[in-house]
């Protein structure tokens, strides 16, 4: 019988080569008619099969198809199409001269006043109570200066205890812009003073504890020196 599997005198599994003719032989009409077919001539058999094999299967050329058609076994694989993916636009914020030029941190004179940055200040203290849970006498002070070393000062009072340049001990007041090397505070006075970091010792006192501040240990910005690692030291000079 044409095309029937036959086990050879080995192990392993042969199959007779049967003609390219039972491919594109016609069916039975009885077949035809129980799968409602419509009866097509073996070149129209033919012709169907090389058509459908050109969409069903990768791109090649009609010769390669031809070959693959002579092994017998055609798998029929799905490409499916490589979504191209969008590049996402990044949107570019402003330069630091651009916001120079815009002023975006200056604050303007009518706004210099004490009074109005008092409410900030009562957020910074229960901001620091919730950062410290809870400032107690029994609470340890080396945890609680660690803690206070990458926290946000933005509305904590602070006071310049030491300096190299004489005008600037003892002034106070509220902190409302940090930036890497000044920090620029109001004072009860309503004047902004723009207070370097460098050279200067500055202390806050919160619920009993004073911690202190060597600026020229702390130059970075408060997103920065929330990441940072303190070092221990026994004593820091100016």
Known sequence: MEGECRWGAG???TRCP????????RLPPQETKELRLQPQSSEEAKAFVNAFLK???PKKEDKAIQDMLTRKAVVLEHYAKKKTKQK???TKGFTAKQRREMRLFEIEPKQQRYAIFLPLHQLWKQY???LCHGLRPESQPCIVQSKLLKADLHGAIITVAKSKCPSYVGITG????EFKRVFKIITKEDK???VPKFNNVFSFEIDGFISYIYGNKFQLRASERSAKKFKVRGSIDL
């Open 174 to 177: 509220i902190v409302l812009q």
């Open 18 to 25: 049967a003609p390219l003719a039972v491919l594109y032989r």
């Open 88 to 90: 996402r636009k990044k």
């Open 11 to 13: 192990p392993r599994l």
């Open 128 to 130: 620091i109570r919730d």
């Open 55 to 57: 969409l069903s299967m």
């Open 192 to 194: 902004l003073k723009v």
